[in-house]
């Protein structure tokens, strides 16, 4: 008799453990699944917000080699506007080069001097060698450089690298940098120091660039 009390009283007390279990393992297995679902959630906004490769880029046109003789730079304007030094530094097709023409001191317009083999910024004497680092004036003070943008040159047509959003935008156009500048340079007599100014605009306009057809 008391061995069958014991056995009963043994029976009664596993029961509720035994109800339990597939409750825990229940709770458990949603608590796994919320995280998981938050996870993957997480993940995603994270590769959204932060793409590990950046913007999709692509080649844009930008003109052909033989228009570009040794020595000659042009403006080269991205299909959102901003201006681009295209330089052939020597005789090969791998001597192109494309430089931001913006000076990262005031934002006033770096032109090419292949008599100086430098670029120079007139506002306020800034130097520029061939890679765009510059090497006098403010620019140098602070280790600032020109923006260089990637170049591809194939059967004789020269491409730069852009974010696949900007090229949507259209194509760029072109500028022919003259041979000697009509403006009066000099600190503060760059152009772009005048936005407001009817006379220096007008200068730039009609003297400074020469759009190509």
């Known amino acids: 008799m008391t061995s069958t009390s014991a056995s009963a009283s043994q029976s009664t007390e596993s029961s509720p453990a035994s109800d339990s279990a597939p409750t825990r393992r229940l709770v458990f297995g949603l608590f796994a ?7 993957t959630f997480a993940a995603f906004v994270g590769r959204f917000l932060y793409p590990a ?22 403006v080269f304007r991205t299909p959102n506007g901003s201006p681009v030094n295209i330089t052939r530094l020597g005789p090969s097709d791998d001597d192109i080069v494309a430089l931001s023409s913006t000076c990262p001191h005031l934002g006033c317009q770096v032109h090419w001097e292949a008599h100086n083999n430098r670029y120079f910024c007139p506002c306020h004497n800034g130097i520029f060698d061939t890679t765009g680092k510059a090497t006098g004036g403010p620019p140098a003070d602070a280790g600032q450089s020109l923006l260089e943008y990637p170049v591809r040159v194939e059967d004789d047509l020269v491409f730069i690298e852009l974010s696949s959003t900007e090229i949507a935008m259209g194509p760029g156009s072109i500028e022919r940098q003259p041979a000697t500048p009509t403006c009066p340079w000099g600190p ?8 407001g100014s009817q006379g220096p605009r007008a200068h730039r306009a009609g003297r400074l660039t020469e759009r190509v057809s």
Do not use: H, I, K
């Open 33 to 39: 699944s919320l995280a998981a679902a938050y996870g």
């Open 53 to 74: 490769n950046g913007p999709e880029r692509s080649w844009l046109f930008v003109m052909g080699t033989g228009e570009l003789g040794s020595d000659e730079a042009v």
């Open 188 to 195: 503060g007599q760059d152009p772009c120091l005048f936005p």
